[in-house]
C-alpha cells in the first residue's frame, strides 16, 4: 500500500504519475500498512495506518458498531469551509419546511444523491454544527458522517450547490489528533506519527487488539512459536501535510 504525503499527493496507487512514498518508509515500521479512509490530495488531519484489515472493515463500515454501544457505529468528523454564506434554523421542528432557504438541512435530513459510480444516495449526516463565517460569502461547518464514500464529504456539499475550499479530518471514533478526550497527548503536528495504545484502539475505535507471533530476526531460520514473546499489531496515527 503507498501513500503520497507531500503537498498535491494521494494515497492511490492507481496514480502512476508521481514519486510514491511507502507506507513502511514512512513509518520505518516493518509491516504492510494500510489506510484506515484515505485522504485526497488536498485534505488534511488525522490518517489512521494498520496491518490488520478487519480493523479496517471495523471503521469503514457503517454498520460495525462500537463495543458497549450498539447503536453508535465509528463516526468520523470533519471541518470543512464551504462556499456560500449558510445558516440554520434554531428550532429543530421548523426544519422541513425550510430546505430551500437553509440548504445544509438536506443533507441532515435526507444526506445527498450522488451519481451512481461514486456511491448514490448518501445517509443523512450524524451531525452537521455551523462554527463560523470567516467571511460574508464563505461557512465554516463541522460535519459527522458513518460511511466513507470516495470524496464524500466535497461531493456532498456540491450537490446542494456549495462547494469544499479546505478539509480536514479532525477525528475517527473517539480519536483525535491528541488521542482520547479522556486521555490527551500532544497533538501531532505536520507530518508526524505515533503508535496508538491498545486502550486508544478498543476505547476509541471499539475494536480489540489481535495479537502476533514476534517476527523472527533475519536469517535466522525459524518461525516463533506461539508460546514466545507476542507484540500487538501495529497501528499508527499520521497527519497529511497541509497544502
Not at 39 to 44: E, K, S
Not at 57 to 79: C, F, I, M, R
Not at 98 to 113: Q, S
Request: positive net charge; charged residues 25%; aromatic residues 4%.
Amino acid at each position: 500500500e503507498d501513500i503520497y504525503t507531500m503537498k498535491g499527493f494521494v494515497a492511490d496507487q492507481s496514480i502512476k504519475d508521481k514519486e510514491m512514498l511507502n507506507f513502511e518508509t514512512a513509518t520505518n515500521i516493518q509491516s504492510k500498512l494500510h489506510a484506515i479512509g484515505r485522504l485526497d490530495a488536498a485534505t488534511t488531519g488525522l490518517l489512521l495506518l494498520t496491518n490488520d484489515g478487519n480493523l479496517v472493515h471495523q471503521v469503514t463500515n457503517p454498520t460495525a458498531k462500537l463495543d458497549n454501544e450498539q447503536s453508535k457505529s465509528v463516526q468520523k468528523t470533519y471541518e470543512a469551509l464551504i462556499m456560500g454564506h449558510h445558516e440554520l434554523p434554531e428550532v429543530s421542528s421548523t426544519m422541513s419546511s425550510n430546505n430551500e432557504n437553509y440548504p445544509l438541512l438536506t443533507l441532515i435530513e435526507n444526506g445527498a444523491t450522488l451519481s451512481p459510480k461514486h456511491g448514490g444516495q448518501t445517509k443523512p449526516v450524524d451531525d452537521l454544527t455551523i462554527l463560523s463565517h470567516p467571511t460574508a460569502s464563505t461557512t465554516l461547518v463541522s460535519i459527522t458522517i458513518l460511511e466513507g464514500k470516495n470524496r464524500q464529504i466535497r461531493r456532498m456539499f456540491h450537490s446542494i450547490g456549495s462547494g469544499v475550499m479546505k478539509l480536514h479530518r479532525v477525528s475517527v471514533g473517539k480519536l483525535s489528533l491528541s488521542g482520547l478526550a479522556s486521555n490527551q497527548t500532544t497533538e501531532l503536528q505536520e507530518g508526524e506519527w505515533r503508535l496508538l495504545s491498545e486502550d486508544e484502539i478498543r476505547l476509541g475505535l471499539g475494536w480489540k487488539c489481535r495479537w502476533i507471533d514476534e517476527v523472527p530476526p533475519a536469517g535466522s531460520g525459524r518461525r516463533s512459536r506461539a508460546s514466545d514473546k507476542r507484540q500487538p499489531n501495529t497501528r499508527s496515527t499520521k497527519r497529511r501535510r497541509r497544502r
